[in-house]
C-alpha cells in the first residue's frame, strides 16, 4: 500500500485517495479500532490550501478529523502576531461546518504548545482509536541548514519518528525523501499556497482573494488583521438586500410578529441550524437577526457563538441594552410591513466581546463547564449566609466573605446585574473584569473591584452542607438544584468572542453614555416603538 500511494502520487496513475480509504478501511477491521487524523499546525492564518488538505482527508473515509491550531510556540514568534481569538475565529470560519471535521481549540485557550505526543495521548483517551498525525513533505524532506528533516529536530524526535503512525500529504516543490518513518500512508496531495503568503498579502495591502474563502476574506479585510492592532470595533456594510438568519423568541408573541415583518421585507432569509454548512454552496447570513429580549440574545449566543456571524438584537422585550429598537411596523392588506429606514441595512457598527469561561465544582465532585457573556456568580441558595473564600491568580486575597452573593461580570455585563449590586459600568471596550459582592456583611465596606481581563477568580464555598450556595451563568443554574456547588473558577476565554451589530447611536458605548449622562431630550435607555393597534 505504501508503495501504491507514493507511485499514485508521484505519477498521476491511481486515485490517492481510494489507495488510502482501502488502508484504512483494512487497518479498521484487523483493530476494530476507529480511525482518527490528527492535523496539527499554526494555521496563521488558514487557506485554501488547508481547506484542500481537509478534502483529501474526507475522501480517505477517516471516522474524524480533528484541526488543531497550536498555542504560543518560541520557535514560531509569528504565531503571536494576532490575539488568539482572531486566530480561534479564522479556524471557525474557513473550517466550520465541514462534516466530519472538529475544530480544536484546546491549545489557544490555554495559551500553550502541546507536542505531536501530547497530541497522540489525548485523541487516545478522546477517543481511543487508532490516530494518524497528518504532515506535509515539507517536514520530511532534509533542509540545507542542518541535513535531516523538521520532524527529527523536534524533541523525542527518536520516539515520535519509530512509534507514530504518519499521514502523508505530498506538498509542491517538496518531492517525496527516500528516508520514510517506518508507519506511514499517502494520504493525498495538497495545492499551492501558505499561510505565509497570505500573511504577506494582507500586510503589503494585496488582497489574497485567490488563498483563502470569501467568507474569510471578508473577516481579514474588516479587521486589518496582519496590517495593524486588531480593533475591537469595527463597520460591517451591508448590501440593499442582506442576507439574515432569523431566531425568534417563540414564546413572546411580539417576537413572532416582529419576525414576521422582517420576513416580508427586502431580505433573503437564510436557513440557520445548529449543523449548518459553513462550506457549503449557499452563501451564509451576514447577520443573525435574534428577536426577543436581553435574555433570549444570551440564549442565541451560547447556541450560535461559534458560526462567527454577528449578532443583530431587536428588541421585542423590556429593557434590551443589548438589543436595536424595534422596527415600525403596520398593516398593508392586512399583511404586516416594515418601514424600509428601520431595516438593518446599510453600515452597522459591530463590537467584538469576549466570552467567560465558567467551571462549577459541586460537592460530588461533579464539574459544569460554561461560557458567559454577561456574568457569572454563586449565592446561598438557604437561610443561611454564604460564606465565600476570594482567589485571584491563585492567592486567596479575601479568606471569608459574609454575603448573599458574590458575581464576575464582563463590560458588557457591568451594566446588567452587577450594576444593580453597586458596580459602576465600564466603557465597552475595557480589558476588565467586574468583581461585586451581594449584601456583604463582612469584611466592611467591601466595594467593587475593577480587575485585569487576564486575571482568573475562584470563588470557594466554605460550608456546603450548613451554608449551601448555587451557581449561576448568565442566568442559568449550573448542576443539580439538589446538590451544593462547592467552587466556581472563572477566567475570560482567549478563544470565545462574539459580534454585537447596532444601528448608528444604538451601540453599547453610546447607551452607557445615555445612562451616566441622561438628557431630558434623549431615553436613558432606548424604547421599542408601539406596534400598530391594527397588528
Known amino acids: 500500500v505504501q ?14 485517495g481510494v489507495l488510502a480509504a482501502a488502508e484504512l478501511k483494512r487497518r479498521r477491521e484487523k483493530s476494530g479500532k476507529r480511525q482518527i487524523a490528527v492535523f496539527g499546525g499554526s494555521f496563521n492564518p488558514p487557506g485554501k490550501h488547508h481547506t484542500h488538505v481537509l478534502r483529501e482527508l474526507q475522501k480517505c473515509g477517516f471516522d474524524k478529523i480533528y484541526v488543531v491550531p497550536c498555542g504560543t510556540r518560541p520557535d514560531k514568534p509569528s504565531v503571536s502576531d494576532i490575539p488568539p481569538n482572531q486566530r480561534a475565529i479564522m479556524m471557525d470560519l474557513e473550517f466550520g461546518g465541514m462534516d466530519n471535521v472538529v475544530v480544536d481549540l484546546f491549545d489557544l485557550e490555554g495559551d500553550e504548545f502541546t507536542s505531536i505526543l501530547g497530541l497522540e495521548a489525548r485523541y487516545q483517551q478522546k477517543d481511543g482509536g487508532e490516530i494518524i498525525h497528518v504532515v506535509g513533505t515539507d517536514l520530511l524532506v532534509p533542509t540545507e541548514f542542518n541535513r535531516v528533516c523538521e520532524i527529527r529536530t523536534w524533541r523525542d524526535s527518536e520516539r515520535i519518528w519509530k512509534e507514530l503512525t504518519f499521514g502523508i500529504i505530498n506538498r509542491p516543490g517538496y518531492p517525496l525523501p527516500k528516508e520514510l518513518p517506518p508507519n506511514f500512508m499517502i494520504l493525498g496531495n495538497s495545492t499551492r499556497g501558505s ?29 486589518k488583521l496582519y496590517q ?6 469595527t463597520k460591517l456594510p451591508l448590501g440593499a438586500k442582506p442576507r439574515v438568519g432569523i431566531l425568534a423568541d417563540n414564546r413572546n408573541p411580539r417576537a413572532a410578529l416582529i419576525a414576521q415583518t422582517y420576513r416580508a421585507a427586502n431580505i433573503e432569509e437564510v436557513p440557520l441550524t445548529d449543523d449548518m454548512p459553513i462550506d457549503g454552496a449557499q452563501e451564509p447570513p451576514e447577520v443573525i437577526l435574534c428577536i426577543g429580549g436581553d435574555g433570549f440574545m444570551l440564549h442565541c449566543i451560547r447556541h450560535h457563538w461559534r458560526k462567527r456571524i454577528p449578532f443583530f438584537g431587536v428588541n421585542a422585550g423590556h429593557l434590551g441594552f443589548l438589543l436595536n429598537g424595534a422596527p415600525m411596523v ?16 446599510g453600515t452597522l457598527k459591530v463590537d467584538q466581546l469576549p466570552l467567560l469561561v465558567v467551571t462549577c465544582e459541586d460537592m460530588e465532585g461533579n464539574s459544569h463547564d460554561a461560557l458567559a457573556f454577561n456574568d457569572a456568580w454563586v ?8 460564606w465565600i473564600r476570594l482567589e485571584i491568580n491563585g492567592l486567596v486575597r479575601v479568606e471569608r466573605i459574609m ?7 464582563t463590560s458588557a455585563g457591568s451594566t446588567a446585574y452587577a450594576h444593580s449590586m453597586g458596580a459602576a459600568p465600564v466603557p465597552i471596550t475595557s480589558s476588565v473584569l467586574v468583581l461585586v459582592g451581594s449584601n456583604i456583611a463582612d469584611p466592611p465596606r467591601m466595594g467593587p473591584a475593577y480587575l485585569d481581563a ?4 475562584v470563588f470557594h464555598s466554605l460550608d456546603c452542607n450548613k451554608r449551601p450556595c448555587r451557581a449561576f451563568v448568565d442566568g442559568v443554574q449550573q448542576g443539580s438544584k439538589n446538590t451544593p456547588i462547592k467552587r466556581m473558577r472563572i477566567r475570560a476565554s482567549k478563544v470565545a468572542s462574539i459580534e454585537l451589530a447596532f444601528e448608528p447611536n ?19 435607555t432606548p424604547t421599542t416603538p408601539a406596534l400598530s393597534p391594527n397588528l
Not at 495593524?228 to 470595533?233: D, E, K, L, V
Not at 487576564?454 to 477568580?457: H, L, N, R, S, W
Not at 444604538?506 to 436613558?524: A, E, G, M, Y
Open 379 to 386: 449565592e446561598r441558595s438557604a437561610g443561611q449566609t454564604a
Open 3 to 16: 508503495n501504491l500511494g507514493c507511485f499514485g502520487a508521484m505519477n498521476g496513475e491511481e486515485d490517492v
Open 454 to 457: 487576564g486575571c482568573e477568580v
Open 506 to 524: 444604538q451601540d453599547l458605548t453610546t447607551k452607557i453614555l445615555r445612562n451616566q449622562f441622561p438628557s431630558p431630550n434623549l431615553p436613558v
Open 228 to 233: 495593524t492592532m486588531a480593533p475591537t470595533s
Open 195 to 223: 499561510s505565509v503568503d497570505i500573511r504577506q498579502s494582507m500586510f503589503r495591502h494585496i488582497s489574497p482573494k485567490d488563498l483563502v474563502s470569501p467568507r474569510l476574506l471578508r473577516h481579514l479585510e474588516r479587521y
Open 330 to 345: 403596520h398593516s398593508v392588506n392586512d399583511q404586516p410591513a416594515v418601514e424600509p429606514e428601520a431595516l438593518c441595512s
Open 403 to 409: 454575603c448573599d452573593g458574590m458575581l464576575v461580570a
